[in-house]
């Protein structure tokens, strides 16, 4: 059974930055769409940034976009998301998600819906501190 493990999540300073990684366990055949969410103390989770795995489309929430960038090494079955001007507001736990059993590109149309991915990992918590 795959798992999904991320890590790099540390407390930093307003304005550092930060590479998380989310490595699969096993491969996951292509195409396929993996992402990027965060759940804050108290906030429901919401979606950061999505990546087709083998392909180039990128997808951003608002509220990252000209500061996080996601990508990936398709051999090494890895997803990264860099963080730079990281914001006091960005602190939150970040998860990687995908769905292993279905085949298809992310998409602008449900790219942000949890309800597209059936495997999560434990997440990496980023603190931000002003």
């Known amino acids: 059974q795959v798992r999904l493990v991320e890590s790099g999540g540390e407390s930093v300073q307003a304005g550092g930055s930060l590479r998380l990684s989310c490595v699969a366990s096993d491969y996951i055949g292509r195409p396929h769409c993996m992402a990027w969410f965060r759940q804050a103390p108290g906030k429901e989770r919401e979606p950061v940034a999505a990546?087709?795995?083998?392909?180039?489309?990128?997808y951003y929430v608002d509220s990252v976009k000209g500061r996080f960038s996601v990508s990936q090494d398709d051999a090494k079955n890895t997803l990264y998301l860099q963080m730079n001007s990281l914001k006091p507001e960005d602190t939150a736990m970040y998860y990687c998600s995908t769905h292993p059993g279905r085949r298809r590109h992310c998409s602008g149309d449900y790219w942000w819906s949890s309800d597209e991915y059936t495997l999560w990992g434990q997440g990496t918590q980023v603190s931000v501190s002003s």
């Open positions: 990546m087709n795995m083998g392909g180039v489309s990128t």
